[in-house]
T-cell receptor, first 115, second 109 residues
Framework: DSGVTQTPKHLITATGQRVTLRCSPRSGDLSVYWYQQSLDQGLQFLIQYYNGEERAKGNILERFSAQQFPDLHSELNLSSLELGDSALYFC??????????????FGPGTRLTVT | TQLLEQSPQFLSIQEGENLTVYCNSSSVFSSLQWYRQEPGEGPVLLVTVVTGGEVKKLKRLTFQFGDARKDSSLHITAAQPGDTGLYLCAGGSQGNLIFGKGTKLSVKP
């Protein structure tokens, strides 16, 4: 158990809909990262938050957005869903950015299926 | 753009065999991490290497960071079916991790 929790575990929804994925980082971790993993694309970095502020953006679509709240939990919002958005979505957390060592601990993921 | 290439992509071996998987880049990383992921689950951190030339051992797994901090290898001795999974390397740079696409290992009893 990494200490990172994600809800829900599974989500099935229709094209055009909007969903929210939730992540609680490990106790004491200030950074939260979101990743998308599909069969043919590997683990793709979407976005990072550090202590409530957006820190870095990766291959995140404009239809997707995220935020980190004062209690450090984070939400990833996916809207106007398309079939191609079906994937595993992982959240990871780390202590911060100190020292050049960025150990990330992953949650169990949310499997999103868009029908 | 920083890329990490892992090889081989797929590896199927018998229990008891030894194997090495590689993680290569043209970029220098401040650290390099190895993760193992089982189907439908999140990646689990195995090790972090920081110093060029560093070698770390975790039971039957030996991890090495290249002298120039651009590449790494993972050697498994006497593989067991429980070692089956996707092995991902990830390089640390500017507060983020760059992931390779992984090596999918299958160890048959």
């Amino acid at each position: 158990d990494s200490g990172v929790t994600q809800t829900p575990k599974h989500l099935i929804t229709a094209t055009g809909q909007r969903v929210t994925l939730r992540c609680s980082p490990r106790s004491g971790d200030l950074s939260v990262y979101w990743y998308q993993q599909s069969l043919d694309q590997g683990l793709q970095f979407l976005i990072q938050y550090y202590n409530g502020e957006e820190r870095a953006k990766g291959n995140i679509l404009e239809r997707f957005s995220a935020q980190q709240f004062p209690d450090l939990h984070s939400e990833l919002n996916l809207s106007s869903l398309e079939l191609g958005d079906s994937a595993l979505y992982f959240c990871a957390s780390s202590r911060g950015l100190a020292g050049g060592v960025y150990e990330q601990y992953f949650g169990p993921g949310t499997r999103l299926t868009v029908t | 753009t920083q890329l990490l290439e892992q090889s081989p992509q797929f590896l199927s071996i018998q229990e008891g065999e030894n194997l090495t998987v590689y993680c290569n880049s043209s970029s220098v990383f401040s650290s390099l991490q190895w993760y193992r992921q089982e189907p439908g689950e999140g990646p689990v951190l195995l090790v972090t290497v920081v110093t060029g030339g560093e070698v770390k051992k975790l039971k039957r797994l030996t991890f090495q960071f290249g002298d120039a901090r651009k590449d790494s290898s993972l050697h498994i001795t006497a593989a067991q079916p429980g070692d089956t999974g996707l092995y991902l390397c990830a390089g640390g740079s500017q507060g983020n991790l760059i992931f390779g696409k992984g090596t999918k290992l299958s160890v048959k009893p």
